[in-house]
């Protein structure tokens, strides 16, 4: 039962709370911080503020100037945005 509730938990975090709101679910203890592993961050955000993150391949939005800068799990999803300049 825990089990389940904990999916749960998981699965609605994911889906309906931003990147902020996660951040601050995930910092409430360390058992929740294992979390930031299991959820996906699909805001948009510079490669630069999450460049060297731990959990750096659970993005799913990226903004990036150099292409050659990303990962190719990155590139594979498409859902990344290119800005010149």
């Not at 699965?11 to 959820?39: A, G, H, P, R």
């Amino acid at each position: 039962m825990d089990l389940l509730y904990t999916d749960f938990l998981i699965w609605f975090v994911d889906k309906y709370l931003s990147n902020n709101e996660k951040v601050i679910i995930i910092s409430l203890s360390q058992n929740y911080n294992e979390l930031k592993y299991k959820l996906s961050f699909n805001d948009r955000v510079p490669l630069c503020n999450i460049n060297g993150c731990p959990y750096y391949d659970n993005f799913t939005n990226i903004i990036s100037n150099n292409l050659i800068t990303l990962p190719e799990k990155f590139i594979e999803r498409n859902r990344l945005s290119y800005r010149c300049g």
